[in-house]
């Protein structure tokens, strides 16, 4: 590998303002801070395009961690640089950070830390440290190198640089995964977009302490009593992979891993998962509730992660649907039912279309059926509209209903009820 100089290396950041670094160094002196360094993903990916001769991008987020308080180095950047170029967006008193902007690019500023875990999946207890000790509470090598922009000096206590040259995730500590077990969908996330290998002492890690599982919390537990890395931070790291990352490649590694045990037992030895995320996202429908929808118990799961509330709502359809259809499956004269016949039944009790749509994923015994209703039938309607009929001397009341629903059964016994809509990809 060829890694530039430290020299060159500071000015091959694309997509910052020429001036970003210089005043951030006298921000800094202002504001009595000794040291200041780039760290995280913008870093990270740099590295990786330079290392391994891929086409280097724009950045529009910088991460930055300092030795010295996080309050006064903001005022002094606000002092530095002209007022409407600086923007404070967030302050986070606990954990010492400030997110803020100059010239729209997003920056993170963190005052250097040491996280002390008492419990697993729990929020950490802070207190602060140098920029070296902060990187060992890092999850990987590759996110433990550091930047500082004062001398230009690379800072890479964990051997992360190899590791990218390697093209290998290691995490850093033997307590990575009980101190934060959304660690596992990182390495998921990042082992496919980088298509870096997970290497072997990081998945013996998952392994042991996924054996352990579920520590000290159990689903006979209120959900709302689960620790954040098992609950709203689970939750978070599942909406950037389905958001972000290839689905497909991240779901095969959980599983193999055995890391999907962190939602429910269903899910981990569900055969069909692959499947029903691919139609989840054929239909339109949100892979997460898709997801959730195949939990033993979908609802405790959903609260635990703190679903929104018109998600809890799609899954408690998604229940009522499937023990109404299955009670349907076991009649015989439902083999031979029509379109209209099907419509009857799927309109009768106004479910919610999504919540039809999760259930076609789960592949339910009638699925083929919901399938049609879903993507054809349901958009049926008849030629002649209730303005139509009113001109035609019909009264506004329940028959002017009824003959809408007899025209409307015309049209659905044109159809052939054993015509494919979409085939079923496997």
Not at 20 to 39: C, E, G, Q, T, Y
Not at 87 to 110: G, P, Q, V
Not at 315 to 339: A, M, R, V
Request: a neutral charge; charged letters at 30%; proline letters at 4%.
């Amino acid at each position: 590998m060829e890694t530039p100089s430290e020299k060159e290396f500071i000015n091959t950041f694309k997509g910052l303002p020429e001036d970003l670094f210089p005043k951030l160094i006298i921000a800094a002196d202002h504001a009595r801070v000794n040291r200041v360094a780039i760290v995280g993903g913008i870093l990270r990916d740099l590295l990786i395009t330079k290392t391994l001769q891929q086409t280097i991008k724009e950045f529009q987020d910088l991460d930055l961690i300092i030795e010295g308080s996080v309050e006064k180095f903001s005022e002094a950047i606000e002092q530095t640089f002209e007022k409407d170029r600086v923007s404070i967006i967030r302050r986070n008193s606990s954990y010492k950070t400030i997110e803020l902007t100059i010239d729209e690019i997003r920056i993170d500023i963190a005052r250097a830390r040491i996280d002390n875990y008492e419990k697993p999946g729990e929020n950490p207890k802070i207190e602060k440290t140098s920029i070296e000790e902060d990187l060992f509470r890092r999850d990987f090598t590759i996110n433990s190198i550091a930047l500082d922009i004062r001398n230009n000096k690379i800072i890479d206590p964990y051997k992360g640089i190899q590791a990218i040259t390697n093209r290998k995730l290691e995490l850093i500590h033997k307590k990575s995964i009980s101190e934060d077990p959304t660690r596992i969908i990182r390495a998921a996330r990042y082992s496919s977009r980088l298509n870096f290998e997970l290497n072997s002492s990081s998945i013996l890690q998952i392994q042991f302490f996924l054996k352990q599982w579920p520590w000290g919390w159990s689903y006979n537990e209120s959900p709302e009593s689960a620790p954040p890395a098992l609950s709203t931070r689970l939750r978070m790291e599942l909406d950037l992979l389905f958001e972000k990352e290839n689905y497909k490649k991240c779901i095969k590694n959980l599983q193999e891993w055995g890391a999907l045990i962190l939602l429910d037992k269903e899910i981990q030895y569900n055969n069909n998962l692959q499947r029903s995320l691919h139609w989840a996202f054929r239909l339109g429908v949100n892979p997460l509730t898709t997801l959730i929808a195949g939990a033993s118990n979908p609802l405790s799961l959903a609260k635990r992660l703190n679903i929104n509330q018109s998600e809890i709502f799609i899954l408690e359809e998604t229940s009522k649907i499937n023990e109404y259809f299955s009670d349907i499956y076991f009649l015989e004269e439902s083999k031979n039912y029509s379109p209209a016949q099907w419509c009857e039944k799927i309109e009768s009790l106004n479910f919610n279309p999504e919540a039809i749509a999760i259930i076609i994923c789960l592949r339910t015994a009638i699925w083929k059926s919901l399938l049609r209703w879903w993507s054809k039938w349901r958009f049926i309607k008849s030629k002649q509209t209730a303005k139509d009929l009113l001109k035609n001397g019909w009264e506004q009341g329940p028959k002017l209903g009824d003959e809408l629903k007899r025209l409307r059964n015309i049209e659905l016994k044109k159809l052939d009820a054993q015509i494919e809509y979409f085939e079923d990809s496997k």
